[in-house]
């Protein structure tokens, strides 16, 4: 067995070090919070409009009667930990006081009032229903899940909250619970769009540009009439292979400034596009929001109080896993 020289020892340990240190700045340096609390808002309100809808015909959703029996969902469900606080509604009463607890948890997490036990309450709610109704479950709700899970890890309250309004000058700093919940949400959105790119490439109609054509022509799924795409078959090709390289290259590509821009300018498009054509705006706009965690500090910043110093302790900074640097 031959033993590595000393030069060598030497070489891994400060390359793993490196790692070492790259990997802690990248988790671990204080973040300001208002991207969080930015998101934190327009979570509440799409959840709040979600836990509305679920109220509108409760008893058909979680009623003991209703389109999915809990005997039922309970068979389909093979993992134990799937559980949900409407299994043990019996009465109409009990699944809305349930449904009510979510939605006041979610006007709360908006506000931002008792934001920690909001952020709880609303994302316990929010497993509950997926699990007690899934086939009513679409890409709104996983995205909800997606973006509450920071919520709940982060100082989401800090800032544009009631809750800094009546503790004044608290949390308001950068904090390294921001940086890991910020974190977080831009790591998922990266496995997300990797997976979903990847799966868009196992099919034929992605690799010959006529995918966007099938959505398109369904005349049962979509909301506006784009039938008059098919006289323009190479602009349909193009919209389709945009489309698959955007999300096989996302994870790539939003980490560098350089490119960062053109890929939060084309997830706007590509999910305001979705929801304008195909009725599912809600999913789109929960995209938007969840975006929103690779967007730089200083442009909410610029909205906020437009005076602040782009240099100070608060503006953002990211690590670009190609080069191991610290961006500002």
Known sequence: MIEPADGQRAGIAGWLGDWATAWNRFWFTPADPLPLAVIRIATG???????AVWLLDIDAFFGTAGWQRPENVWRSNDQPWQWSWYFAASSPTGARVLCGITLIAAVLLTIGLATPLAAVVAFAGLVSAVNRAPLNVFGLDDTLGLLLI?????????????????????????????SIALRLLQVHLCVVYFFSGG?????????????????????????LDLTWLARHPLLVNAITLATVFWEAAYAALVWP?????????????????????MGMMEFGLAMIVANLAFVPVAWFRS??????????????????????????
């Open 257 to 277: 400034r350089l490119t960062r821009p053109l890929v939060l300018a084309m997830a706007v498009v590509v999910h305001l596009g979705i929801g304008l054509a």
């Open 45 to 51: 309100l799409l959840l709040t409009w979600s836990m």
């Open 303 to 328: 909205f906020v109080s437009p005076r602040a110093d782009s240099t100070s302790p608060l503006s953002p900074r990211s690590i670009s896993p190609g080069s191991l640097k610290v961006v500002s």
């Open 150 to 178: 920071p919520l709940v890890i982060g100082p989401a309250g800090a800032v544009l909250s009631v809750d800094s309004l009546l503790f004044a000058g608290q949390g308001a700093t950068p904090s390294v619970r921001a």
């Open 199 to 223: 799966g868009k490439l196992l099919g034929a109609s992605w690799w010959e540009g006529t995918a966007v054509w099938g959505a398109a022509a369904n005349v049962q799924y979509r909301t």
